[in-house]
């Protein structure tokens, strides 16, 4: 038998617990993926991509840093903004043939992405992605879709993602909500509509 002694001075162990940004980067990973494959795109350039990649490489920097703001949350302008997002989303696919108009397709992708997160992780949080737009608008500028220019852009992007992470450090736990898992219900209703929409299963 352990000694009473050595029982009290034990620690007691603490499990390892996932950083609770991790499944809050999935689920916004996951809604980016949704919004591309959802909307159908003409091709694009290498350079372009490249400067699409910048874009999430420091989207991904600006949502596990540490942030000041405050904890300000309101479901119902969250579900307002979501709804508007999608029905944005919607117009967009019904009045240009979003194959063919490169900026009608990211504007389109664009709006369901806001529309299925803000839904499941709320305004406060999204706004933090505010300056990774910059890469992503400028990919459409059609004389900034070299191969050289989109390679210094990735670089940029990267470096701004680096310093970001080293200046402020990672979120701490309570820097996020928890997602409940009912919030998924809707954005997985409204995906599946959307790619209806888009298929013309609606016509």
Same mark, same amino acid.
């Given at each position: 038998?352990?000694?009473?002694?050595?029982?009290?001075?034990?620690?007691?162990?603490?499990?390892?617990?996932?950083?609770?940004?991790? !499944?809050?980067?999935?689920?916004?990973?996951?809604?980016?993926?949704?919004?591309?494959?959802?909307?159908?795109?003409?091709?694009?350039?290498?350079?372009?991509?490249?400067?699409?990649?910048?874009?999430?490489?420091?989207?991904?920097?600006?949502?596990?840093?540490?942030?000041?703001?405050?904890?300000?949350?309101?479901?119902?302008?969250?579900?307002?903004?979501?709804?508007?997002?999608?029905?944005?989303?919607?117009?967009?696919?019904?009045?240009? /043939?979003?194959?063919?108009? !490169?900026?009608?397709?990211?504007?389109?992708?664009?709006?369901?992405?806001?529309?299925?997160?803000?839904?499941?992780?709320?305004?406060? /949080?999204?706004?933090?992605?505010?300056?990774?737009?910059?890469?992503?608008?400028?990919?459409?500028? !059609?004389?900034?879709?070299?191969?050289?220019?989109?390679?210094?852009?990735?670089?940029?992007?990267?470096?701004?993602?680096?310093?970001?992470?080293?200046?402020?450090?990672?979120? !701490?736990?309570?820097?996020?909500?928890?997602?409940?898992?009912?919030?998924?219900?809707?954005?997985?209703?409204?995906?599946?509509?959307?790619?209806?929409?888009?298929?013309?299963?609606?016509?």
């Amino acid at each position: 038998m352990s000694s009473p002694v050595l029982a009290a001075a034990r620690r007691p162990s603490r499990a390892f617990k996932i950083p609770r940004f991790v !499944p809050h980067l999935l689920i916004l990973t996951m809604i980016a993926l949704i919004a591309i494959l959802l909307i159908p795109g003409p091709a694009i350039t290498t350079g372009a991509r490249m400067w699409r990649i910048g874009a999430v490489i420091l989207a991904l920097a600006l949502v596990m840093t540490r942030r000041k703001q405050p904890r300000i949350d309101d479901r119902d302008l969250d579900r307002i903004l979501a709804v508007g997002g999608l029905v944005t989303a919607v117009w967009i696919i019904t009045q240009w /043939e979003t194959s063919t108009h !490169p900026v009608a397709a990211v504007f389109a992708a664009i709006s369901v992405g806001l529309g299925l997160a803000l839904w499941v992780v709320g305004t406060r /949080e999204i706004s933090w992605l505010a300056p990774a737009i910059l890469p992503l608008g400028l990919s459409l500028v !059609p004389c900034l879709d070299s191969v050289l220019l989109g390679m210094t852009a990735l670089a940029l992007c990267a470096l701004a993602a680096l310093a970001l992470t080293v200046a402020n450090g990672l979120a !701490p736990r309570g820097q996020f909500q928890r997602i409940v898992p009912a919030r998924l219900v809707v954005p997985a209703l409204a995906a599946i509509a959307l790619a209806a929409v888009t298929r013309g299963w609606f016509a």
